[in-house]
């Protein structure tokens, strides 16, 4: 007879679920199509290999101009410019915009040579073939320069993400055909019990035999949470039998789920088995019903062993193992409201209804803020980045900061990300937290990294320059060398006054850059450098994307850009040091506790990030 033995001391829920959770994930992954990615789980990080757009387009119907053709015009005094064709969306210039002409154009059209800015068609007036011009622009007015969704050399996507739609579409815009995804982990199914017959079969019911119900709606609880089940069939209460499956079962599979024999009664052995085997880790816990529950490890694969009854067995599942699949392959369950505080004053004043994407991030406290994320219509980072959505309704001209809001989330698979940074562009910094899951680098520049972090919204701020937001602390210091990055016309040039006196086109950065701030620095220190600015072939053409300037002159679309030595470097151009530039990551003092940030403060200690890129060295 079967020794009886008592259950161990019963685990608390969150002490088994915790134990379930610390299960490692999978290391398997798998490369597939992009549109049939939706649902799964990135296993690398995503990182453009091209501007989105890849053309300066025109952001608005109107005409395609020479700013300087406009200066002083207005609605008493407009200019007359003549019309010499018009542009489509899609279409190739096959002309360039003389002086004193302009070319009728429509949005997203490429805009034409010779043209530097576009007048909404609302401030003109055609007249045959011209068209009075009621307002003047500077350069760059309704022009969406290249890079302006998505720059060239940005971290997109961290590991860990779920992808979704919006996500996918963000994936397509940049050329992605096929991405490397977590693969979907095996779980085998294993039913035990004498009585259990499978459903189709007949059943003797004097000698106590009942259908296997727990196979059926294990495998498809499994399958729901976005797991592979590998049913195994039943298996009578045999100690050999039980053992030859299991050991089969932990060979091919990455988890190991059973049902029945895992009481303490005479016929129950599962956990003996396991004892006895492998490891045994909790062995009964306090909840109802569910108490006869097992967790440890059969052969190396981990294993859970749910109760014999199947409500009991589907309930366990749920509270304890479906949230760690879920987890392990991003899949979503029913989409939920959520109540979070506004991080910062949201203004609307157009009159209509508006579904305004948010972000959630968690603050050091715990609490759940949401934060605005549109970057427009056009723009697919105003999904890509979202979580979710707050209803705005047409007379609400104002959200302010801290009214607390529902938030209609896309998904309750996602999550906040584990660390939220902002600031300046920096390989080095996307280096450091290529290894953290769920990060969220939103490269704004150095003075909106320090605005979001003033406003309460990033856990984590990159910078540049001498600015240090306040109740924040700096997690680590390193340098870059920057300067101008040449064509192979262009490498004779040793100086910024030879760039400003040559034949030569440069491609500057926006001025919420970091690059930008230094660069206008060096140019100060010059003897006249107002003078030197209007010398420099288009110091005025600023572009965002830390690459940018970069790619077009790889291009040969102009022969100087602001960059980064390790810039030059990856793309096999000519490189004029103008100096080094100190970059720190700030934390929001709050935020220092939360595990995103103390991942990354670990990483930057180590310095090892560094390693590989020219021109960087630790501070």
Known sequence: MTERREMRELVT????????????????????PVESASGRVLAQPVTASIDVPGFDRAAMDGYAVRATDT???GETNPVE???EGSLAAGEEPDYRVRPETAIEIATGAVLPPGADAVVKVERTERRGETVAVEQAVPSGTNVAPAGSDVAAGDRTLSAGTRLAPRTLGLLSAIGQETVTVRARPDVGVVSTGAELVAPGSALDHTAGQIYDVNETTLTSAVRAAGANPVPYGTVEDDEDAIRETLQRAAKECDLVLTSGSTSAGSGDMLYRIVEEDGELSVHGVAIKPGKPTVVGRYGGTPLVGLPGYPVSALSIFRLLVAPTLRRWTGTERDAETVTAELAVEERYAEG???????????????????YPVDRG???????AYADGVVEMPADTRVLPAGERLAVERFSTADRPPALLAV??????????????DATRYRTIGTRGGARWLRDGIADVAVLTGDSHPGDSETLATWTREWGVVLSADATDVESLEELAVGDYRLVNRDRESGLRAVFDAVIDQRAEPEALRKSIDGYDVAVPGLESPARRVARGDAD???????????LGLAFLSLGTQRVRAVAASGRTGKSGVTSLARTLDEARFLAGLDGYAAD
């Open 560 to 570: 100087a850009g602001l960059g980064l030595r390790s810039t030059a470097s990856d």
């Open 352 to 370: 209509r209804h508006r579904a305004l994407p948010v972000g959630l991030i968690r603050d050091g406290a715990d609490e759940l803020l949401a």
């Open 71 to 73: 200066t002083g015009a």
């Open 423 to 436: 600031g300046e562009s920096d390989p080095g910094f996307a280096a450091a937290i290529a290894g953290i």
């Open 81 to 83: 410019l003549g019309v």
């Open 377 to 383: 219509s056009g723009a697919t980072t105003s999904l």
């Open 13 to 32: 829920p969150e002490d088994a679920r915790e134990a379930i959770a610390a299960v490692e994930r999978p290391a398997r992954t798998e490369a597939v």
